[in-house]
């Protein structure tokens, strides 16, 4: 700690906690069973319905199916994502508000009341009318998404905020963090063997009316997800600490350098992940040469990430850290993207290994994410005595928003500058080229970047949980 955190800390400051006092402080934890760690990894699920659906398929819906250019798309895109970001900063700090909170919880009420409009807007936002005109098609585009946008950032910042609320515990946090990877890996599988078929053998209206029916069923399945998270779900940890005026909240998180570098290091990050999943569709029909390989790419990648990733996050980090199994998965990433990208010339096979080895890292660093996250919230508590899950949360979904923003954006702006032109088979080698970039050397750079910076994470376990220990004296005292 610097000087700067010691002064700080003056009016907070106790004993640094043993090493067995920290044993006993997690033996008198009531531990989680499976029922809430699954429960809340079906929120996940849930999210992932409209998450998945955008990441994947919207882009390329708007440009091939609604008929929306490729660089106003883009800009659209990024635009309203930016806008969903600053929502999550609104969200955060109304859920964070003084008083007495509902009697089912701070945050688990949210994943009631706002899920039925967030999935409703999920189906409108693939409706665009066909028969009005580009600027028309783009308007209605631009509203729905940012209505989508707001409504998922009251479900989602309560929802992320919740795991903070359930447990102290790392090693449970962790599980809880592989429950929420697992769930929406698995929206994702889901997502691509039902889309996967009806973007081979529907064109037009007839895809457009599946799509419709589509959602209006992920709408019924999602209310029932939210509702099962809702049940299985507690929040249990003591929430006792003062609360703030929005300058001392936002005074409050600009003093947390460990959420300062997990903001940065998930802006780069998730802007690597939903470049690549942006980009797949198309990597698949004009790359590879036919639509059936987004099916395959997505389940291969999916369930290699799932298979290797979710039982070996909880235990890389219980051995080596959260942090550096956050950065082993990163690496794994870049090196995979990096070999696709020299590999330009190689068959379906080995594209296809490469992809895989490239989900397990990136998914093997989400899993560990959401931990790190909610471990940035005690040390919050820690350093002024505030602990505003909502508003930490919020400013965590900001920066990945921002990223998801970028990445989700970068395919529009390659494709509008090399000659792309949608549904032709035949495309321009530059598009051709551009789309490579978009699945390998663009999601590389971006995990790169996240990399070295959390090279500066200063939060260990052990320091964690020496704060955990401090903030319950406090407490006492």
Known sequence: MNSKDTGRQQAYAVPAAQPTELAS???AATPL?????????LGDLANGLVFSMGMLFLLHYYTDVAGIGAAAAGTMLMA??????????????????????????????????????????????FAVPSNWTENGKLAYACVTYMLLGTAYSFVN????????????SPRERSLLGAARALMGTSAIVLLACV???????????????????????????GMLFYFVCFIATRETVERDARHAGLS?????????????????????????????????????????????????????????????????????ASRYGKRAAFQ???????????????????????????LALGSIGTMLAMAIFWALESDSVEYGEWKTGMRLEGLNYSLFSLARKCGQALGGSIPAFLLAGSGYVPNLDMQHPAALQMIRV????????????????????????????????????????
């Open 25 to 27: 402080v997690n033996k």
């Open 33 to 41: 069973g499976w029922r809430p760690i699954i429960g809340y990894g």
């Open 80 to 125: 309203v994502r930016i806008y969903d970001a600053f929502m999550d900063i609104v969200a955060g700090r109304l859920i964070d508000r003084p008083g007495k909170p509902h009697r089912s919880g701070r945050f688990r009420p949210y994943l009631l009341w706002a899920s039925f409009p967030l999935l409703l807007l999920n189906v409108a936002v």
């Open 157 to 168: 910042i309560p929802y992320g905020s919740l795991a903070s609320a359930m447990t102290q």
């Open 195 to 221: 889309l996967g078929p009806i973007l081979r053998n529907l064109h037009g209206e007839a895809l457009q009316a599946r799509l419709t029916h589509l959602t209006i069923g992920l709408a019924v399945a």
């Open 248 to 316: 001392d909240s936002l005074s409050t998180l600009m003093s947390n350098r460990p959420l300062q570098l997990l903001c940065i290091a998930g802006f780069f990050t998730l802007a690597g992940v939903t470049c690549m999943g942006a980009t797949t569709l198309y990597f698949a029909r004009y790359v590879l040469g036919d639509s059936k390989y987004f099916l395959i790419i997505i389940l291969l990648t999916t369930l290699s990430g799932t298979v290797v990733s979710i039982p070996l996050a909880p235990a890389l």
């Open 328 to 354: 082993s998965g990163l690496a794994i990433a870049i090196s995979a993207h990096l070999c696709l990208f020299w590999m330009a010339a190689a068959g379906p096979a080995a594209i296809l290994s490469l």
């Open 438 to 477: 978009g699945v390998t050397l663009a999601p590389a750079l971006a995990f790169l970047i996240a990399f070295l910076i959390m090279l500066l994470y200063p939060l260990t376990d052990r320091r964690y949980l020496e704060l955990i220990q401090e903030i319950e004296l406090r407490r006492r005292n």
